[in-house]
């Protein structure tokens, strides 16, 4: 069947469900009556629908033909196809007996046909017909039938191959006045819309079923007047223009509430009348003075506020400050000075390194004696003991003891030294062989007084040879250990071990990691070590590492001890994932190394022991002149410490006197406040410091009065600011190490 078709199928269906739902929503206003002969007449039209089918191509109404064309017609037929091959001719029939001659008779009968030829080919297909048209259903017309007729639909064939569905609908009973519709939404596409009239149409256009009918109820009315039972407030009807006093209600304001009050013209009391009328000559000129005074005075007192204030951070940065930074620390000028970063131990890394350029690879040798001489190699240092029996020189540990001397350049220099002591009568001694006579001979030696040799490789020397240790026989005590290096070029450089000729540390030859661990022992002493203190850090299992600008450190926040970004240890590396800086004993992350790197999380310190005695360093306190701090590790420290005015007074509160003085011209002591009262003038040179060992300070007060003191004091004493002297000021004075500030305040 044709897909057009089929999609008019599915459009009647379409159209059958509409009026099935149209239905039920015209429900709402129609009257029952006509509710029910509306629905059924709908239900017979949607019947009706029902009965039509599709077959051979026409449409069929209770399964007789219509004759109206449901299917498109076929197109035209194709082009003929060329002709196919001629059959071969049939065989020629028996030929009759001859007749007798005479009158010419009848034709015999034709001979039998031959057997039809071979088909010919087929023709070429022709090209395919135009679709015919489908055939498009339209609503028709829609008559109303006499009340209570019948309901009846009709296919009616139009142009353009169109087909109408005529309709007949019942006519209902006269319904009651309804009020005015609205436009109803079906599914919120489709619109019904009712108007009233004496007929019913019903038109369709795309998706919109409208029904006209000028049947029905009366519509309502527009005008308010004419409603019945209309609102109203406080039993008033809202009708016309009202007041709120019309309608009993209490025009806007803000009210309290009294139930008791009952007014009077006599209700404001005469008491209060007098006050008001009173305040008709009140004069507030003396209460305005003194609100002015108190806030100029409140003024200046911000002011000295602010003055006192900066004096004290001008006094704080006169305090005698120190610090220093490293492993073992000397602070210099110290006093009883408390510590503003305490000496608690912090992280440290070190791990040797070398370039490759010591050529020589003392590997280790096991302890032999010779001559009442022992000795034995171990990581490329000698160590020898006892004493030569021999009358001649006794020599040990030759090359053939796996001493693997380097193979030599011809035309290169070399430089052997030796590192280490080597007690007078013993030496290291470089042997060569001569190329054109196989004789031995003496490329060189080292001792303690000849602690380097160089030398160069001619082409008539083998370019191998042989070291030597010798022991003269004046040497009677042997024991000393040394190690020796060779290296290209003619200057003896510092001491390295062999590492292959490459740098280290290397996956060849790693190099290990040393850290801060264990029980760490801070050492606090004074100048001359006759007074000290040890402070213990027991740190267990933690280790304490410095990576590049990393450093392992212990801080104190919100009353917690923890550690930073605790550097994490990995014993043996196996391909992690490191994006943090790190040190290894091999020098990169290679599989097997020991590897320490900088971690993203705090260490929360919960050990208590530990935490004792990191509060306990917290609170120490320097000592007077100088502080050297240490420790038996590694750790590093990072000290800052000022002296603290609280302490210095703490400390000499029974070393300092009090004199009271009305001289005018005086020379005063260190440690001794001198208070002078009011003066006009005074003169004041400073005493000879006797005792270097302790702090020493300058102090007096006076009382500037209504004419400002005049202050002479050295012109050697150097002043954050110069000081100026303000009249009715009380004045206090303070000189240490020839630096002095002067503090006045309002003498109130």
Known sequence: ?????????SKLKKAQDELEIKLKSMEQNIDEKGSLNMQKALFTVADDLARYTI????????????????????????????????????????????????????????????????????????????????????IGKIEVSPEYGGAMAKLRPGKDNIMYLDLTLPRGPQGFAGFDGKDA???????????????ITLDQEGNILTINSTGGGSGGTSNYNALTNKPSINNVELNGNKSLNDLGIQPAGNYIEDNNYIHTDNNFDNMYRNKLDGLENYNDTKIKQDIADIQEEQTEQNTEIENLQTENEKLKATLP?????????????????????PPLPRGNTKQDTT??????????????????????????VYYLSGTNTKTDTTWILPNTQNTNLPTFEIGQTYTMSVK??????????????????????????VRDTVPSVTFTIDSDYSRTAQLFVGIQPIVTNADCNFAIQIEKGSTATSYEPYTGGQPSPSPDYPQEVEVVTGNVEVTISNENNTESKTLPVSLGNIELCKIGNYQDVFIKENND???????????????ETITTPYISTTGGLDIGATVYYVGTNDLLITDVTLI??????????????????????????????????????????????????????????????????????????????????????????????????????????KWLETPTIDANKIYQCSIVDNIGILVGVTNV
Do not use: C
Request: net charge neutral.
């Open 1 to 9: 069947m044709n897909e057009r078709i089929i999609q008019a199928i």
């Open 55 to 138: 077959k051979d191509g026409n449409w069929y109404y209770n399964g007789k033909d219509t004759g109206i064309q449901a299917e498109a017609h076929d197109g035209k037929d194709g082009e003929q196809g060329p002709q196919g091959i001629p059959g071969k001719e049939g065989k020629p029939g028996k030929e009759g007996k001859p007749g007798k001659d005479g009158k010419p008779g009848k034709d015999g009968r034709p001979g039998r046909d031959g057997k039809d030829g071979k088909p010919g080919k087929d023709g070429r297909p022709g090209r395919d017909g135009k679709d015919g048209i489908t055939p498009e259903l339209k």
């Open 185 to 199: 939404k079906i599914n919120g596409v489709n619109t019904l819309t009712i108007e009233a009239g004496d007929n």
């Open 321 to 341: 400050t120190t610090t220093g930074e490293g492993q073992d620390i000397t602070l210099d000028k110290t006093a009883e000075m408390e510590f503003v970063k």
């Open 355 to 380: 370039t490759g350029k010591n050529l020589l690879n003392s590997i280790n040798a096991n302890t032999t004696t010779v001559n009442g001489v022992s000795s034995y190699r171990s990581n490329g």
């Open 420 to 445: 280490g002591t080597m007690p007078n009568g013993i030496y290291a001694q470089l042997n060569g062989v001569q190329t054109s006579t196989g004789t031995q001979y003496s490329i060189g030696s």
């Open 561 to 575: 001890w923890k550690i930073p970004n605790k550097t994490i240890k990995i014993d043996n590396y196996n391909g």
């Open 612 to 717: 004792s005695q990191l509060e306990e360093i917290s609170k120490t306190l320097s000592y007077q002149g100088q502080t050297n701090i240490t420790s038996n590790t590694i750790a590093l420290f990072d000290v800052e410490a000022y002296q603290d005015t609280k302490l210095i007074l703490a400390g000499k509160a029974n070393k300092i006197s009090v004199v009271q003085t009305s001289a005018s011209t005086i020379e005063i002591n260190s440690n001794t406040f001198y208070k002078f009262g009011e003066v006009a003038s005074l003169n004041i040179t400073l005493a000879s410091i006797t005792d270097n060992t302790i702090y020493n300070e300058y102090m007096f007060e006076f009382v500037s009065g209504t004419t400002a003191t005049t202050l002479t004091l050295p012109s050697s004493i």
